[in-house]
């Protein structure tokens, strides 16, 4: 099952995907945890994303595209995968339809958790990221056992430095203007199922367990 997570930052995107990953025992492959992970080791790719990143912008697909297609052709990917912020603009759609094909395999499900610009702003302000694993909370919906501890490894969380008010408000600029458009052409492609991500996380969770039949 080839499954493509769609929506604006901080629609739930990762929330579910780890959920599906779990589920359905496949990978989770979430591009803005690939560059946070080489931002936080010091890596030339990472250096290069976060000077996008910390303004809003999104990284060049040059620097994406290779790396999700060699991420994707990996054993561990036969049975599948959810994709999490990636494709993220229509060229990166087309590359990896492009590397899909010629795998002779094709994405099964572009799955749109759609929320209103209004619900994402205090989404953003209240998500906690931890700085060892990246798990995510957020202090109202999805709250730590222990405040400001991480259930999973014991590390701090933290505000992820592009959930500061001024650069979501960029970050939902960027997304209309450059990745809703994937929703048309997922549409056309016949695969688009659209979720009410306003809803509580396990009843959004509930809702694509049932369209990827449980
Ligand atoms: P990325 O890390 O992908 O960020 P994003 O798309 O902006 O999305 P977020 O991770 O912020 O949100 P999410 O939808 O995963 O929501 P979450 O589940 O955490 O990308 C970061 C940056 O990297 C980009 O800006 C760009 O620069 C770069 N980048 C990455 N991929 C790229 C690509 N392909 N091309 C170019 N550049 C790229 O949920 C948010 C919060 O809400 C959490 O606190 C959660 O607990 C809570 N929550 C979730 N669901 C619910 C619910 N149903 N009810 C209440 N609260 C909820
Ligand atoms: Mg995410």
Do not use: W
Request: glycine share 10%; aromatic share 6%; proline share 4%.
């Amino acid at each position: 099952m080839k499954i493509i997570m769609l929506g604006a930052p901080g629609a739930g995107k990762g929330t579910q995907a780890k959920k599906i990953a779990a589920k359905y025992d496949i990978p989770h492959i979430s591009t803005g945890d690939i560059f946070r992970a080489n931002i936080k080791n010091g890596t030339d790719l990472g250096k290069k994303a976060k000077t996008y990143m910390d303004q809003g912008l999104l990284v060049p697909d040059e620097l994406v595209v290779d790396l999700v297609v060699d991420r994707v052709a990996q054993d561990d990917c036969a049975g599948g995968y959810v994709l999490d912020g990636f494709p993220r603009t229509i060229p990166q759609a087309e590359a990896l339809d492009k590397a899909l094909a010629a795998l002779g395999q094709k994405v099964d499900y572009a799955i749109d958790v759609e929320v209103p610009d209004e619900n994402i702003i205090s989404r953003m302000g209240g998500r906690r990221a931890c700085v060892g694993c990246g798990a995510t909370y957020h202090m109202e919906y999805a709250a730590p056992k222990a405040e400001g501890i991480c259930d999973t490894c014991g590390k701090e969380l933290i505000l992820r430095d592009d959930d500061k008010p001024e650069t979501v408000g960029k970050r939902l600029d960027v997304y209309h203007e450059q990745t809703q458009p994937l929703i048309d052409y997922y549409a056309s492609a016949g695969i688009l199922k659209e979720v009410d991500g306003t809803a509580d996380i396990n009843d959004v969770f509930q809702t694509i367990t049932e369209i990827l039949g449980a």
